[in-house]
Each structure stands twice: as structure tokens, then as C-alpha cells.
């Protein structure tokens, strides 16, 4: 069915890497989704990614972006992902530099410039009863922010971010992510340290990932906001990520945030055939 592979880009933003695909045809439609992106975002005996990523028809906006985590799962959104599909999309000719796009967390909107694309999200409601929650662990910090901005997000303030080990941030991350009583649909664990009141540092360990990634652009607007709510910083913030910077901005009313901006690069680095090597391979 697929004898000449399946035509995909590789793209990242800030590190945050995904393959994308063009399914305005239906192409997919027929794969055991779940599987095939379990297969294709394997590193070492695939193509290897953080993420998987359909564009699809819309009838509400100028296209659709489905996102996928490497487990498998489908996500609500990604915001390092939305750039990438926004550049993917005026490739193809699927979309101009400005243009919309429907996903399971609302329409989105994007314009492509010279530094990269600036996505704009639907508006952000934050609940302050989600705020300040004490929490009883080891951990560096006995106090987590919660918030959902397209995905689930916990924001913990840390000092000295990227000096913190990689294997003892994805033990803290793991352990929070999997603490389905207090977040049943589990959750991002977004490590965050307050620069000054324009910039942050972060470091995100992701749920469907189940590491740390170089950077995720939903974890840092959803920092950002928090940050700007208990006044620790403006409302145009850097975010420094392993990946490189990410601008966020917003206006804010209480605990909600609209016009909410988030501008990052986003790279076209390969584009191919995923050949069926790809997919069906099942390494355990
Ligand atoms: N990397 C993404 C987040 C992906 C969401 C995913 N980890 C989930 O919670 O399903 C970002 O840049 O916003």
C-alpha cells in the first residue's frame, strides 16, 4: 500500500523535534496510528522524534494539525510543534505566512517572519485554587502551579535550573508526571527559574515523551503566564531553553491571559520517504 514510502519532513523547534506528514488525502487514515508513531519516532532504529504530526483538512480553518507524543498518544496540542506545522503548511501550499489551523484544544493562528513564526493561542483561564498548591516530597520545591494551556502543565520555581542533574530532574519530573491522583490525566513537569522580570530559564520534562526535551513551547507560556499572575515577572517574557529562546507575551486579567503570543524558530532539516522499515519495526 505504501511501495513508495510515505513522504514526511523532519522539523524542530528549539530542539523539540517532529516528523511531519501531509494526510489531506487520507494516506494514514488506514495505519494503526498509535503503533506506526510508537515505530517512526523510535531514535536508532527509525527516524526518531519527540513528536508525530498529521496535517489534515479543515473546514473551520485553513487546515488541521493532529499531534502525536513518541508513546503514541494523541495530544491536544504542541506549541514548538505549531510552529513547525505552520512553516510545513506554507511549504506545501497548504497556507500563506498568515494563516489558522484547528486543534483538539481550539483554532490556533500563525505568521510566519524572519525570525521564525509567531503563534498566537486561544485564550488562557487559569484557576487561582490550581495556584500555590503545597506538595510533599523531596523535591525542589514544596509548591507547584497547575494550569492548562492546550496540555496539562505544572510550573515548579527553582533556583539554578540548568545545573540540576539530567537523571534527577527526569526522576522528579517522573515522579510528578505520574501522580495520577492528584493529576489524572498526568502532566508536564516544567522546571523554572525567575532571571529577572523579563526572563526565565526552563527545563520541561513532558508527559508521551516521558523525558526531558530540549524545549516545549506550551510548558513555557504556561510558565510565562503563571510567572506574570504572582507578579514575578512582565507580561513579554524571554524563556531561556536548553534549545535556545522562546518570546512569550500576553495581556492579563486576573487569573486569565489573552492575546497570547508565542515566537520561537522552527527548522526544516530533512524531508524523505519513511520506507516500511520505518514502522514496522517493534524494538522492546
Ligand atoms: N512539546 C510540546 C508539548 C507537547 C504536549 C505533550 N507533551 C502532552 O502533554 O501531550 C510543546 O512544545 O508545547
Not at 499531534?67 to 513547525?84: I, L, Q, T
Not at 516545549?216 to 510565562?224: D, I
Request: with cysteine; aromatic share 10%.
Amino acid at each position: 500500500m505504501f511501495d513508495l514510502g510515505i513522504p514526511f519532513k523532519k522539523m524542530n523547534g528549539c530542539g523539540n523535534d517532529f516528523i511531519v506528514v501531509d494526510n489531506r488525502d487520507g494516506l494514514l487514515n488506514e495505519v494503526a496510528l498509535s503503533a506506526f508513531v510508537q515505530n517512526v519516532c523510535r531514535r536508532g532504529t527509525s527516524i526518531g522524534a519527540d513528536g508525530f504530526m498529521l496535517l489534515e483538512n479543515s473546514s473551520i480553518a485553513d487546515f488541521k494539525m493532529r499531534y502525536f507524543n513518541a508513546d503514541g498518544s494523541e495530544g491536544e496540542m504542541c506549541g514548538n510543534g505549531a510552529r513547525c506545522m505552520s512553516r510545513f503548511a506554507y511549504h506545501i501550499g497548504a497556507a500563506k505566512t498568515k494563516m489558522s489551523f484547528e486543534t483538539m484544544a481550539g483554532i490556533y493562528q500563525a505568521e510566519l517572519n524572519q525570525n521564525g513564526v509567531k503563534v498566537k493561542f486561544p485564550d488562557v483561564q487559569l484557576q487561582a485554587l490550581e495556584l500555590n498548591q503545597p506538595y510533599e516530597w523531596d523535591g525542589p520545591s514544596g509548591v507547584y502551579h497547575y494550569g492548562v494551556v492546550g496540555v496539562p502543565h505544572t510550573v515548579w520555581f527553582v533556583e539554578n535550573v540548568f545545573a540540576i542533574a539530567d537523571d534527577q530532574l527526569r526522576d522528579w519530573g517522573r515522579m510528578v508526571r505520574n501522580d495520577l491522583q492528584r493529576f489524572p490525566n498526568g502532566t508536564n513537569v516544567n522546571f523554572v527559574e525567575r532571571i529577572d522580570r523579563q526572563t526565565l530559564s526552563i527545563r520541561t520534562y513532558e508527559r508521551g515523551v516521558e523525558a526531558e526535551t530540549y524545549a516545549c513551547g506550551s510548558g513555557s507560556t504556561a510558565a510565562a503566564i503563571i510567572a506574570g499572575i504572582l507578579g514575578h515577572v512582565d507580561t513579554s517574557v524571554n524563556l531561556l531553553t536548553r534549545g535556545g529562546p522562546l518570546k512569550i507575551s500576553y495581556h492579563l486579567s486576573d487569573y486569565a491571559a489573552d492575546s497570547v503570543y508565542l515566537e520561537g524558530n522552527s527548522k526544516l532539516v530533512a524531508e524523505g520517504h519513511l520506507l516500511p522499515d520505518a514502522w514496522s519495526t517493534m524494538m522492546k
